[in-house]
Structures are given as C-alpha cells and as structure tokens.
C-alpha cells in the first residue's frame, strides 16, 4: 500500500490538497473520503478508515477541503456547497487518470456533503456516510449563540470550533441554513449505508433515522455502539473501514485490467522524505527508501536491498521448480541475500547466498540443490553483467513478456 501526493483544481479555481492511498495490488474499486467539518485529510479517522480499504483493494483518495489543511483558500470563504461542487471536481480529477471513483463515503458533514454530491456523479454507485447530519444547519448547533449573533450582525467573525479558532462569514451560515437534504435523499437513487453511534452528542441518532427514513431502497443502517463522535478509538474505525469494504463490494466498479505497461519497474517519488519512491512492477504498487541513519525515512527496503530480494526469490523459484520436477520431497526453501562491497576487489560487490532446504535429500541431491542455484536467471544476470540504455523523456521501456522468466528457470533447471 502507497500513499502518494493527488493535488487538483477545485470547484473556485483553488488548488485543492490531497492524499491518494494506492492498493498494493489488484485494484477492486475507486472511492472519495470527505471528511468531517474543520477536520482536513490528515484526520486520524480518514487516514486510518482509507488506509484500511487501501488494504482490502479500494483506493481512496481524502483532500482538503478549500481553506483547510494544506488547501488553498480562505475558511472564511467556505460554503458547504462548494464543498459539494469539490467533491465533484474530486471525481473528475481521478477521472481524468482513469480512476473514475464508483464509491463516496463521508465522515460527519463530510456525509451530508457526498449525499449532495452523489446525485451529480454518474460513477459514483453507492454512498456510506458515518455519524452525519440530516439537516445540514445542524452544524450551526456547534457555534456559540452570540458568535451566531456577531456573525449576522457584522458579516464574519472570529469563533471556536472543535477547540480551535476560525474566521467564520455570514456566507457559511446562510449556505447551511439553506439546503434540502431531504429532497436529495429521495432523488439519490444510490445504495445507502448509514453508520451512526447512538451515544453520538455532536450529531444525535435521530440525524441516522431521519437519513433512514428520506433515503430509499437499498440502504442499510449500522449501529456503532458506544463510539463517540470523532471515532477516536482505533477499534472503531476498524469496524467503519472494513464494514464499508464489504458492504460496497457488490457496487464496486473493477478497473478495466490496463493493456501491459511499457516497463518492467517504475520509480516515481511520493513527495514524502527525501528518498521515499513508490515502485510499480509487475501490476503491484510499493514503497522503496533509505533507512533514517542516511537521511531516508525507513518505509521501504532500498534499492540494495531489492536487489538482494530479487537474487533470493529467483534463486528460491528455481530450486522449486528443479525439485517439483525431479519429484524430490522437498517441503520448503528458503533463501536469504545478503550484500557488501569490497572496494579493494576489482569485483567490489559480493552477494552471500545462504540456501536452506527442508527435506527428506541425501547429500549427493543436496548437492545437486547448491549448483543449480547458481543458475538462477537473476544469479547469472548479476554474474554476468549488464548492458543499458538511457533516455530522458517518457518513450517505451523495451522489456521481455512475463513469460521469459520461466522460460529461463526452465532452461537452468533442465538436467
């Protein structure tokens, strides 16, 4: 799983922040996290109920909303359509990199705003919210009456929201006294899953059960129990997350599979630390690193060692397959790499290659075990030597088809 950087323009022009986190294999589905009011991407429940479908194959992507995080964009600015009309512009950026998301989900009046949203979005298939509003003027229960008052009175001031300051204008307040989300549940024609905690004393239950009873079938409603508000307890939003994963599995919309890319392995920065990398290969998406002693941030094995994996899983599949095809009983191989340079050696680097194989062998197959991991493909590639090309640009990376592997495991194993 890959968390990579996804910035876009958003429904004003602003430059909208955002976090996209990446399966670590076959993509099952695309989604939207819209997070609660004041809280930002970096909230410890979108961050962990993402992640956590990231793991089950759907990838999310969580932003600022304009004004917040890293988001461009003045708060006091804000309005909960344009919220609406972000999420919107959410989709049609993921969109336009083939990954049309068919899920919103929303956290809060992060709900409430991808219920608005949903109606207006052909891809999106299901909608789940979790402890969100019915009446978006709900959210005005949050702020004192007489910061109301001095807001109405005087256009905009200064208020304390969640334990933090922020300059609120009278554009937010009437936005949110205005909007009808009754009349946009019944016209959702989407599949709605309703989470709410009953012990919720920031959006009471009775927001659920109102949410319930405009929405149509299909919906669902499940109780959080005695989780509070925020989800701050790890146990709870590992409940949201993997409940939203399989109720969504039935509107998930596969990818198509992509046509073969035109490389074997891909490096892309992520923008996180100095080194951090994401590595594409093989249809599977990773992290590579240095470790912090030199300055990286220890996410991911470094190229070295890579380098070492690849000479320990080849040498591993080849003695498997040498010993499948002699009938040998041997029940599991292990192969571990390590590697350190010599620079007073004209050939300074040195790969020790420790094979351990159980199995019911006697010494000559044992022996037999050892020679024929010396002729692993990624043994004798690294033996031998290599040759390159080296381009600037995008241009195709020339690569041999997934095939050219086994067909070289064959040719070592033959005997």
């Not at 949203?117 to 999106?124: G, K, N, Q, T, V």
Request: glycine fraction near 8%; include cysteine; hydrophobic fraction near 40%.
């Amino acid at each position: 799983m890959v968390t990579r950087p996804f910035h876009f323009s958003g429904s004003t022009g602003k430059q909208l922040s955002g976090r996209m986190e990446l399966p670590g294999g076959r993509v099952r589905g695309w989604a939207i996290f819209a997070h609660c009011f004041t809280c930002g991407k970096d909230n410890r429940a979108a961050v962990r109920i993402a992640r956590l479908l990231a793991r089950q194959g759907i990838g999310v992507l969580r932003f600022d909303f304009a004004g917040l995080g890293d988001s461009e964009g003045d708060f006091a600015d804000s309005r909960f359509s344009y919220d609406v009309q972000d999420l919107q512009a959410a989709a049609a950026a993921l969109a336009a990199e083939d990954k049309a998301p068919s899920l919103l989900i929303g956290h809060s009046l992060g709900g409430a705003a991808a219920i608005a949203a949903a109606s207006d979005l052909p891809s999106i298939r299901a909608v789940a919210t979790v402890n969100a509003p019915f009446d978006v003027a709900h959210t005005l229960h949050q702020f004192d009456p007489a910061a109301l008052a001095a807001i109405d009175a005087e256009g905009a001031a200064d208020v304390l929201l969640a334990g933090r300051p922020f300059r609120v204008g009278k554009g937010l307040i009437d936005d949110l006294r205005q909007q009808d989300q009754g009349a946009r549940l019944a016209a959702l024609h989407r599949p709605l899953l309703v989470m709410h905690a009953p012990l919720d004393d920031t959006v009471g239950i009775e927001n659920a059960t109102k949410i319930y009873v405009a929405a149509r079938h299909p919906k669902s409603f499940v109780s959080l129990d005695d989780a509070d508000h925020l989800l701050s307890r790890p146990q709870d939003i590992e409940r949201v997350g993997t409940m939203i994963a399989a109720w969504a599995a039935p509107y998930l919309t596969r990818p198509a599979d992509p046509p073969p890319p035109p490389f074997d392995a891909e490096a892309e920065e992520t923008g996180d630390g100095k080194f951090q990398v994401a590595i594409t290969a093989g249809g599977h998406v990773f992290l590579a690193d240095e470790p912090e002693s030199v300055g990286g941030m220890g996410s991911g094995p470094s190229p070295f060692d890579l380098l070492s994996s690849a000479l320990a899983a080849c040498t591993t599949m080849t003695l498997r397959l040498y010993a499948e095809n002699k009938k040998w009983p041997v029940k599991r191989i292990r192969t571990a790499v390590g590697h350190e340079k010599d620079v007073s050696d004209p050939q300074p680097d040195l790969f020790n290659v420790r094979v351990s194989v159980e199995g019911d062998l006697d010494a000559e197959q044992r022996a037999r075990i050892m020679e024929i991991a010396e002729r692993c493909p990624v043994h004798r590639t690294l033996e031998r030597g290599a040759r390159f090309t080296m381009l600037e640009g995008d241009p195709p990376a020339p690569c041999e088809p997934p095939e050219a592997h086994m067909e070289a495991m064959d040719r070592a194993t033959e005997a």
